[in-house]
């Protein structure tokens, strides 16, 4: 467990821009070059524009040129998990990695992305 990770996804939460949830969420990840590179929910007033913490930080990353993943962090308030949505784009951009779940103090929990999401549509169903 990376401690630097868990608390980038921490210190995330205050860049957040929830004005609307008031559901201040940071993610971080750490790449395969050692970098931490963190992000944060940003909501929109059209909500389905919004994007969740841990999608900006994967795609801060990959326009980065900060490739590929080892592992990723979440904190929330309350240690919420990612969403359906971003548990897509997780396996889809990293595979098998552990996901570090946080609350505003520290890890909550210890999980892995097939953890998250089971039976994943990936691309070996797109042949």
């Not at 359906?84 to 992305?113: F, H, M």
Request: glycine letters at 8%; a neutral charge.
């Amino acid at each position: 467990m990376n401690h630097s990770l868990i608390k980038k996804a921490i210190a995330m939460r205050k860049q957040a821009h929830a004005p609307y949830s008031k559901y201040f969420v940071g993610a971080a990840v750490e790449t395969e070059s050692g970098q931490i590179i963190g992000g944060c929910n940003i909501e929109s007033s059209s909500y389905s524009l919004t994007c969740c913490a841990e999608r900006v930080a994967l795609f801060s990353s990959l326009a980065q040129d900060e490739f590929p993943i080892k592992a990723l962090a979440v904190s929330t308030e309350n240690g919420g998990s990612p969403c359906g949505a971003c548990r897509q784009v997780i396996w889809d951009l990293c595979g098998e990695i552990p996901i570090y779940i946080c609350d505003k103090n520290g890890l909550t929990k210890e999980t892995t992305s097939s953890a998250l999401l089971p039976g994943a549509f990936d691309q070996n169903f797109l042949k």
